[in-house]
């Protein structure tokens, strides 16, 4: 994302060759995105797009239905999640905030979860799932930097559910989050979020 | 969905005890409100408004009508709302919910009985009146849709001109001033969670709360209210928000041109 | 064609009622990310059409009956407000004209939206006309894309839409309300800019080989300016990002 890279739109060409990019598509040897998207060597980055689950995605999930055998989890995605007991040691509720491992998707795009850990109470802000690595930032610093600075935990889902948690300034944390998702393509993203936290700190 | 009212309740219930919100506004805080008037040429009046996230547009337009048989010399006013599907994920598409028939007749009624229009003057002949149709377009969901739509419907009033008549007929395009209004309606809607009262809640508030009152007010008067949901109010609630209601209102109207 | 009273001169010296050579587009403007809620949306004035899409998805399928194992499923409504025209005021909710608009335009997006990708769900489109000048579907196809590209859904192309008519004798792109109701044809198109291929197409009234063929031309000129119009409002999201969201008219 640093380096020098053009916005593509849905249809635009980004190599005459063919060539297996993900979000784009080969038509008459030429290859087009599918997306609207950050191009650059090679690699598409989308700028939007639904979630779409994949084996090992950590992900902030609701538990929607207690059943005989597990749960079935909310992911933010069109498709349904199930945990089984089996996964776990701890016993949840309904409407109970779980941080879960994606063991196995089928071709049916059914999740199975696993490695599951209850979450102590807070709030949920729903991001576009894309802009994720960004919240989380590198060596998870966007995350550690909203610690250290809110007071709050901020758990972010590969699925777009964000999950602040702990005693400090939720509020402040929230704002933080809508910002990187708003500024996720620009460059030097971290020193404004640093500056905006100091600012607001102060205040 | 069902799970998620019960965690909003767990969190609204722990910040609103001390006195505080999600956003960090205060109890008694609007979000930011925008109004714009006069915003399409077609219909006679428009209005978009937004509080919040949430957004809504309202169309005034004017037809030639029958009155309604007790009231052969009054000219006809309508109401309606749609929660467009395209506004939440929450909506569907089909005949209105009973969420946005309550939501049109809150409004119509704060319109309706404060008699900021003269219905006697869309007389125009036997069995012929003028009828004026108010249609809210609710095209963002972020809570507090009653006030929202209400100052669009006032926008949008404040914006109408009269469609010139000639021989029984409209003429469109034309018109012969502007709908005399007498007074601006506002609401106010509050949210309640225990004993907490909260003015303008958010969706996320709406998802938690025990229960809602709307308050529409002249200068000086209530001229509509509605309670909403399971919980309940008492007496010195209902005085103290009508304090706080003519108090706020003030800031709404200033937010309303002439 | 079925306007109402005296027909009026369309085309003098070239000119069009509105001032316009055969070949100008009215003014269009897009701006993309309006809504909140909605996963993509975007807002077009075209002439003094404004014209709001939503889009939601890929999501759970509903009713079950209606999805598919292999692909997403494309819902679309296009709805008219009822304070969208300028005569009298109109019904609430879909009818027999909404319906077939709301099917023509869902299958020039089927052709385009990668829906293998997304089994057993649906990606809705909403579509509402808040003013109505002539040619509503064409601004809603190129409102619609725009929406579905913001909200991230893969697509093959950014298509967009425009109509042609012909007034008094010769044709014209981008029909206006009274040469919708006095032309003597009117044609609306959608394009795939990327392949050429026509997603949409409708007429009605008479025409002949020549003129058809001078039609298409025209319609793909007009096409190219809508594409750079969604580009821009899209590139102006990320250009100028902004956390408020709102509709701003006119």
Redesign the interface.
């Known amino acids: 994302m640093e380096r020098e890279s053009r916005?593509v739109?849905?249809?635009e060409q980004v190599s005459d060759k063919p060539e297996r990019i993900g979000?784009a598509?080969v038509?008459k040897g030429r290859t087009?995105s599918?997306?609207?998207g950050l191009y650059s060597e090679g690699k598409l980055v989308?700028?939007?797009?639904?979630y779409?689950p994949l084996p090992d995605d950590m992900i902030v999930g609701?538990?929607?239905e207690v059943r005989f055998s597990g749960y079935s989890v909310?992911t933010n995605s069109?498709?349904a999640a199930f945990l089984s007991s089996r996964e776990i040691r701890e016993r949840y509720e309904?409407?109970d905030?779980i941080f879960a491992r994606i063991q196995k998707t089928d071709e049916?795009?059914s999740i199975e979860l696993g490695e599951a850990k209850k979450l102590p109470?807070?709030?949920?802000v729903r991001v576009?799932a894309?802009k994720i690595p960004r919240i989380i930032g590198k060596k998870n610093s966007m995350v550690d930097m909203i610690r250290a600075n809110t007071g709050c935990e901020v758990i972010a889902g590969r699925n777009g559910y964000v999950w602040i948690t702990g005693k400090g300034d939720?509020?402040l944390a929230e704002k933080a989050i809508?910002?990187i998702e708003?500024?996720a393509?620009?460059h030097g993203l971290t020193d404004r979020v640093a500056a905006y936290l100091k600012s607001q700190k102060k205040a | 969905m069902e799970s998620m009212n019960e965690i909003k309740r767990d969190t609204l219930g722990a910040l609103i005890s001390q006195g505080k919100r999600g956003d960090g506004r205060g109890m008694l805080d609007y979000r930011k409100i925008n109004v714009q008037g006069g915003i399409l040429q077609n219909p006679e009046g428009s209005a978009i408004v937004s509080i919040g996230k949430s957004q809504v547009m309202a169309g005034i337009k004017f037809d030639i009508a029958k009155p309604f048989p007790d009231r052969p010399k009054e000219g006809v006013l309508s109401t309606s709302a749609d929660l467009l599907p395209l506004a939440s994920h929450l909506f569907e598409t089909g005949p209105p919910s009973d969420e946005a028939i309550e939501l049109a007749r809150v409004v119509d009624r704060g319109i309706r009985s404060a008699n900021i229009i003269d219905l006697s003057s869309f007389y125009i002949d036997d069995e012929k009146v003028l009828a004026v149709y108010i249609d809210l377009f609710i095209l963002d969901h972020d809570g507090n849709l009653i006030d929202t739509a209400a100052l669009a419907a006032m926008g949008a009033l404040l914006s109408a001109r009269m469609p010139k008549v000639e021989e029984g007929k409209i003429i469109r395009g034309e018109f012969t001033g502007k709908v005399p209004i007498k007074e601006k309606v506002v609401t106010c809607t509050f949210g309640k969670l225990g004993d907490k009262a909260f003015l303008d809640p958010s969706l996320d508030e709406e998802k938690g709360m025990d229960c809602r009152l709307t308050l529409a007010t002249t200068p000086g008067h209530l001229c509509a209210a509605q309670k909403g949901g399971w919980g309940a109010v008492s007496e010195k609630d209902l005085m103290e928000l009508f304090d706080i209601s003519l108090e706020k209102g003030k800031e709404l109207r200033a937010l309303l041109n002439d | 064609m079925g306007g109402q009273g005296e027909k009026p001169a369309l085309l003098v010296g070239g000119r069009r009622v509105d001032g316009r050579g055969v070949e100008d587009v009215r003014p269009l403007k897009i701006v993309a990310r309006v809504l909140n809620d909605a996963e993509g949306s975007a807002y077009v004035e075209w002439g003094k059409n404004k014209v709001l899409a939503g889009v939601y998805g890929p999501r759970e399928c509903i009713p079950r009956h209606d999805q598919s194992l292999y692909r997403a499923v494309v819902k679309c409504r296009y709805n008219m407000a009822p304070f969208s025209g300028a005569e009298e005021h109109g019904r609430s909710g879909p009818n027999r004209r909404s319906k077939e608009i709301s099917k023509v335009i869902k299958e020039a997006f089927e052709n385009v939206i990668i829906s293998e990708n997304f089994p057993k769900t649906e990606i809705s489109i909403f579509v509402e006309v808040l003013q109505s000048d002539g040619g509503t579907r064409c601004a809603a196809v190129t409102a619609a894309a725009v929406a579905l590209a913001d909200a991230g859904i893969p697509m093959k192309d950014l298509i967009g839409a425009v109509a042609v008519c012909k007034i008094d004798g010769q044709m014209a792109v981008d029909p206006g309300k009274e040469e919708d109701n006095f032309g003597e044809s009117d044609m609306p198109i959608a394009f795939s800019p990327r392949t050429g291929d026509v997603l949409l197409f409708q007429m009605d009234g008479l025409l002949t080989r020549e003129e058809l063929a001078r039609g298409l031309e025209l319609a793909r000129k007009a096409s190219m300016k809508i594409r750079e119009a969604q580009m821009e409002a899209i590139r102006k999201v990320y250009d100028e990002p902004k956390e408020d969201r709102f509709l701003l008219i006119g």
Not at chain 1, 46 to 50: A, M, N
Not at chain 1, 121 to 124: K, N, P, V
């Open positions: 916005i739109m849905p249809g979000y598509f038509d087009y599918t997306v609207v989308p700028l939007e797009g639904p779409e609701i538990v929607s909310d069109a498709y309904m409407g905030m049916t795009r109470e807070g709030r949920l576009s894309v939720s509020n809508r910002m708003a500024q393509h620009t």
